[in-house]
């Protein structure tokens, strides 16, 4: 078992960004680009036509071995052994008590070999526990996440770019490619993995290069892309397509102190099968949740943000709190995800939000927000 223990922590792509005017903030230590020209107009672009977003600080672990599916089902909640090769499935890394540890993207490569994608401040978190739990295994750990960049298109032309860059006999494999399934694929005359993945959404997706060649396909694909209306799109635009799309957010939505069933991600968990957090979890399914995951609409204009608190019926004591919220550039009005009391979480139900001292309504409404046609 194997790890690259230092992290350069600067994308491949940094010098692109700047040269194209970004402005930067610091996401789990990586300095990433916020956004190039608007927030806005980058998030319309997503919406009308595609984005091209750098998500090299994204971790990415190989698992391979005998018993990689073995390691992945005592590790993870779902059952990852299930998954056929070329396909992907969205799990849980939970600890022994059920807390979150990551929301992950885990793929199929091979009967053996499996591609786990981690959130960037938890691959340190998510490399540790599958080390530990490997040692009862015949399998090999190893964070790729240094030599791995990580370029997303997403947005409803996504798939002509990909295509148009494709060897021409292999246009019909992207065009046939299905959701959540990766292949290997030569974009741009550079081998990458292609998956049709994202966090926008949109239709879109997600490909996996050696970082000695992320400038290039870097350029290829915003070459390709402006053609089709696609613009560079940063981290500000990818926050509100994926709140929009009720995508949650670790470190808002999902953390160590939340378990699946009160994030709505129950269905997720296999309590037929031995995982780290089962008794825990087993235990907390067969009681009724004391907060639950909703979707806020607001009936002004001033959003909600995480952290600001909840109410009910003009009760000095809250029932909930924000956890991401933003003014929808799709919809046109606030909104945001929240956790709220079991017992008035159903969609209709008026709360009101203090916001900055003035209590303004918002209604509970079902998550998505937005659905691509």
Known sequence: MTSHATTTLESPLLFEHRALGATFTDFAGWQ????????????????????????????????????????????????????????????????????????????????????????????????????????????????????????????????????????????????????????????????????????????????????????????????????????????????????EAGMPLYGHELSLHTNPYEAGLGMMVRLTKEFVGREALQRISQRPTDRTLVGLKGTGRRAARAGYRIHHDGADSAIGVVTSGALSPTLGYPIAMAYVASGLSAPGTEVTVDIRGSRETFQIVPLPFYRRG
């Open 32 to 243: 990433m680009p916020v956004k190039y020209s608007s927030d806005l107009s980058e998030h319309h672009a997503v919406r009308r036509a595609a984005g091209v977003f750098d998500i090299s600080h994204m971790g990415e672990i190989v698992v391979a071995g005998p018993q990689a599916a073995a390691l992945l089902d005592y590790s993870l909640v779902g059952e990852l052994s299930k998954i056929a090769v070329g396909k992907a499935k969205y799990s849980l890394m939970c600890e022994s008590g059920g807390g979150v540890i990551d929301d992950l993207v885990t793929y199929r490569l091979s009967d053996r070999q499996f591609l786990v994608v981690v959130n960037a401040a938890n691959t340190a978190a998510v490399m540790t526990e599958l080390t530990r739990n490997a040692s009862l295994y015949d399998v090999e750990v190893e964070d790729r996440s240094d030599d791995t960049a990580l370029i997303a298109v997403q947005g409803p032309v996504s798939e002509s770019i990909v295509e148009a860059l494709v060897p021409a006999p292999h246009a019909p494999v992207v065009k046939q490619l299905k959701y959540y399934a990766i292949i290997s694929a030569v974009v741009a005359d550079i081998d990458v993995q292609l998956a049709r993945t994202g966090y926008t959404g949109e239709d879109g997706f997600e490909l996996y290069v050696p970082r000695r060649h992320a400038i290039s396909l870097w350029r290829a694909l915003l070459a390709e892309g402006s053609t089709h209306g696609a613009v560079a799109a940063g981290l500000a635009c990818r926050d509100t397509l994926r709140l």
